[in-house]
């Protein structure tokens, strides 16, 4: 069986490799023919395969300034396995670059986790501007809460008034995903807390957020 997930971690820091308990890989200048050698490289469970991400990954916008069509080269390289995969998601770095636009024009919908907080808020609003106003393709946006504490007012503020209606372009999911000690565990068991605690109120929420975002 095929598996039905791809996950390419593209940020130079690796959190998401070192989460999953994947060592890093230099894979910045991966060519199409190559990405199912790859994929197949670093199979981490059932239906799972994994692109680990690596320190170099902080050249990656110099080295897409230099091809061809430079704001598709991620695109080209997820059509060579649009037809092996369900779903493909992409870690990228929390910035806007030539990365970013090209995650643009590759993606279907852009996952956007919100601390409630107002600068996140309004780092999120010059995120969704520039989506708004980016050339080609332009995929859905929907935020969601994470590292809430609604025990704290501003929280519990921000996540009511912008949970309720949204943005004028982007939508925020209802499911919030709690601050809890089990959820930074991650890095310390290197496994998704699904994994490690498959009854946590943290795994519940997780996988309420994708039951809402797949829909």
Same mark, same amino acid.
């Given at each position: 069986m095929l598996p039905v997930l791809a996950a390419?971690?593209?940020?130079s820091?690796? /959190?998401?490799?070192?989460?999953?308990g994947t060592t890093t890989s230099t894979l910045s200048r991966i060519t199409p023919a190559e990405v199912h050698t790859t994929l197949g490289r670093y199979l981490q469970a059932d239906g799972l395969d994994l692109v680990p991400g690596d320190f170099s990954y902080r050249n990656m916008d110099l080295e897409l300034d230099g091809t061809k069509r430079r704001t598709r080269r991620l695109g080209q390289l997820l059509n060579s396995v649009r037809a092996d995969y369900d779903v493909v998601m992409l870690d990228c770095p929390p910035s806007v670059?030539?990365?970013s636009e090209n995650v643009l024009w590759a993606?279907?919908?852009l996952l956007v986790p919100l601390v409630p907080a107002t600068l996140s808020v309004r780092t999120f609003d010059q995120l969704t501007r520039f989506v708004a106003d980016a050339p080609g393709n332009?995929?859905?946006v929907i935020a969601f809460f994470s590292m809430a504490d609604r025990r704290k007012? /501003?929280?519990r503020a921000l996540i009511e008034s912008l949970g309720a209606s949204g943005t004028k372009r982007a939508r925020v999911a209802g499911t919030v995903i709690p601050a809890l000690s089990v959820v930074e565990q991650m890095a310390e068991h290197r496994a998704p807390v699904a994994e490690y605690a498959p009854r946590s109120a943290a795994a519940a929420a997780y996988a309420? /957020?994708?039951?809402?975002?797949?829909r």
């Open positions: 390419a971690d593209m940020t820091d690796t /959190l998401s490799t070192m989460r999953s670059s030539l990365v993606t279907d919908v332009r995929p859905d007012k /501003l929280h309420a /957020l994708w039951a809402e975002v797949s």
